[in-house]
C-alpha cells in the first residue's frame, strides 16, 4: 500500500510540473536542448571561414580567396610553425657556439676546453651572453678566456694559429704604379738621350 501511495503522489508530482511548464509556453514532452561547453570547458576549436581567412592573409594565389585552397595551406602553414619554434632554438644555439668557437681560438683555446675552464670556475654565462660578449666586448671575453686557461690545464698550452701573409689591394696597387713611374722615367730618359745625340750630329 505504502508503495501505491508513492506512486500516486510522484505521478501527481510530475502533472503538477507539466501543468507550470504549460504555463510558460513549453511543451513537457519534447526536452529542452541546451547549448553545453565540453567537458575540458573550451569551445569548439574547428576554425570556421573567417579564421581561415585571418590566418591566409598574404598568401600567393588563390590561396588566400579560395577557402578550399586556403585551408590546406593554412593547416600546413601551422604545422611548419608548431616545428620551426623547436628548431629555431637548435639553430640559435649551433649559432652561439660558433660564434664562441671563433673568438676562443683568436686566444689559442678551444671551445670544449673554454667551457670546461668556466664550469670549474663556477661562472653561469648562458651561450647567448658569451658569444655577444665575443663580439662586442672583447676585452671582458679575453678575461674570461685567461681564467678558464687558468682553472683548467689543457688550455695552458697556448697555441695561436698561424697568420697567412695577405697582400692587400693598396699595397699591389702601389707596387704597380711604382714599376710604372719607374718604366716611364727610364723610356723618357732613354728618349732624351737619343733626341740630344742625334741633334749634335747634325750641329756637327
Known amino acids: ?11 501527481e508530482i510530475r502533472r ?20 553545453a561547453l565540453p567537458l575540458d570547458g573550451k569551445e569548439d576549436s574547428t576554425m570556421n571561414k573567417g ?15 579560395c577557402i578550399r585552397i586556403a585551408r590546406e595551406r593554412v593547416e600546413k602553414a601551422l604545422q611548419y610553425s608548431y616545428r620551426d619554434r623547436r ?6 644555439r649551433s649559432l652561439w657556439i660558433e660564434r664562441i668557437n671563433a673568438g676562443t681560438r683568436q686566444h689559442g683555446v678551444n671551445y ?16 647567448k651572453v658569451l658569444s655577444e660578449l665575443s663580439m662586442h666586448e672583447p676585452y671582458s671575453f ?21 697568420k697567412k701573409e695577405v697582400t692587400s689591394l693598396r699595397a699591389l696597387h ?20 737619343c733626341l ?7 750641329l756637327y
Open 1 to 11: 500500500m505504502e508503495d501505491r501511495r508513492e506512486r500516486y503522489s510522484n505521478v
Open 16 to 35: 503538477e510540473d507539466d501543468a507550470a511548464e504549460r504555463k510558460l509556453g513549453r511543451n513537457p514532452l519534447v526536452p529542452e536542448v541546451t547549448t
Open 51 to 65: 579564421k581561415i581567412f585571418k590566418l591566409a592573409k598574404g598568401f600567393r594565389g588563390r590561396a588566400k580567396n
Open 87 to 92: 628548431t629555431k632554438k637548435r639553430d640559435m
Open 112 to 127: 670544449g676546453n673554454f667551457m670546461h675552464g668556466l664550469t670549474k670556475e663556477n661562472i653561469q654565462l648562458n651561450r
Open 142 to 162: 679575453k678575461a674570461l678566456v685567461n681564467i678558464s686557461r687558468s682553472s683548467f690545464p689543457g688550455n695552458k698550452n697556448i697555441v695561436f694559429p698561424p
Open 174 to 193: 702601389l707596387n704597380n704604379s711604382r714599376f710604372g713611374a719607374l718604366y716611364v722615367g727610364t723610356t723618357l730618359h732613354l728618349a732624351s738621350s
Open 196 to 202: 740630344s745625340f742625334a741633334m749634335s750630329s747634325l
